[in-house]
């Protein structure tokens, strides 16, 4: 069996609950929101043990503020995290599965990886929350940190494993003819790749760090000089890591097989320049971090998304050499389902709109001041997550009974 008619047959033979296109960009805007928290927590992690070997007054003081960030970080990255999986198992099943198997005991390692990460970085947190942050501490955020780069190398793997469907029975049939079934090995690591993605984790922090100090600079108990040396680091360090991320990036660009031509795709090219014009305004922004953090920040994550569309226009050429295409997938449309998805969704920007604000504001205010908003707000959230309840209930007893299962 050729590996054309391996990877078609593999497809879920029930088809595609609704177009593709939709799968696919809500696969690339859910990654692009994925990945920028990941950038920040791998970030945060390795500034803060930074500041704490340099033992810098305000450098101390920021690497205690960062193991909040770590700790709330990782959390919202790793519920982000499922949305694009769950759409790459959708339209990319074939090679997914097939990646995991190849590599089954490292995808497994992973959850083991990531749950310990987290567990390090509260560690980091909670042994600082309340004391002065010291040496000894920060072994937390070290183990914390050797686990996330741990992470991020089988994640890696795991993809790369997914674009090169031509070497998997390379990878499974040794030459003498013998089967591995162990799921040990890894395979096609490509760490041009690798930096490409980690670098940016500093240029993300960076930018952090600039909307970090525009927040509280006008906060009484906020001293300004430790204000300005947070926005002051942030932009350095954007710079440099976003020039680093460049270079890494045409690294990789070398990686990718000459005949798909990727260096003339609109997607990268458009990417391309996106980077160099953010890099740039970083640049310009060196004296003026804490007025420019937001446009800094806008220009950041819309140059992250454009990259991540041209990652997926790579992704589907490499697909496309194995005879496979997302468009060509069986589309049997189940509109309820889908409306309800999309009303959870809405239902969910809906119900977190008011911790935010919430949040956003007390934030703001000065230790001890009464933050105070409109309860209506809280409410129509509270009526709204009360109504979804009821809904799904409702929709899952009417289709039980529909079925026979209830009675």
Known sequence: MDIATYVNSMRDPAGLPFYPIIFQFLLVLTFAMHITMVNLVVGSTFVAIWEVWKKNEHGL??????????????????????????????????????????????????????????????????????????????????????LLLVTALLIHMLSMEQLMPQ????????????????????????????????????????VFLMLYSAYFKDREDYDKAYVNYVGQKGAWMALWASVLAIGAGFWWLGLIPSDFHFVRNPLFLLGAAMGVATTAFIGSSIFKPQERAIPAA?????????????????????????????????????????????????????????????????????????VTLDPCIGRKAVSAMIGWFVIVAGLGIIVSIKNGVLF
């Open 61 to 146: 003081r920021l690497a205690k503020a960062l193991g909040r960030v770590l700790t709330v970080g990782m959390s919202i990255a790793i519920v982000l995290g499922v949305a694009p999986l769950l759409f790459v198992q959708v339209i990319y099943d074939p090679f997914w599965y097939t990646a995991t198997t190849l590599s089954a005991f490292w995808a497994l390692m992973f959850l083991v990886v990531i749950t310990l990460a987290f567990y390090a970085g509260y560690g980091f947190y909670l042994g600082n929350r309340n004391a002065d942050i010291d040496s000894a501490k920060t072994v937390w955020a070290l183990v914390a940190g050797g």
């Open 167 to 206: 070497h998997w029975k390379d990878w499974i049939v040794s030459a003498n003819g013998s089967v591995s079934y162990a799921g040990g090995e890894f395979h096609g690591i490509a760490f041009g790749r690798l930096l490409h993605f980690l670098l940016p984790s500093f240029a993300v922090t960076g």
């Open 298 to 370: 806008l220009l950041m994550f819309g140059t992250i998304f454009v990259m991540c569309c041209a990652r997926e226009a790579l992704r589907m050429k490499h697909m496309s050499q194995a005879g496979y295409s997302i468009y060509n997938y069986p589309v049997n449309a189940d509109w309820p389902s889908t409306i309800l998805f999309f009303a959870t969704f809405i239902m969910g920007l809906f119900v977190l709109y008011f911790p935010a604000v919430a949040a956003f504001q007390a934030g703001r205010a000065k230790a001890g001041q009464v």
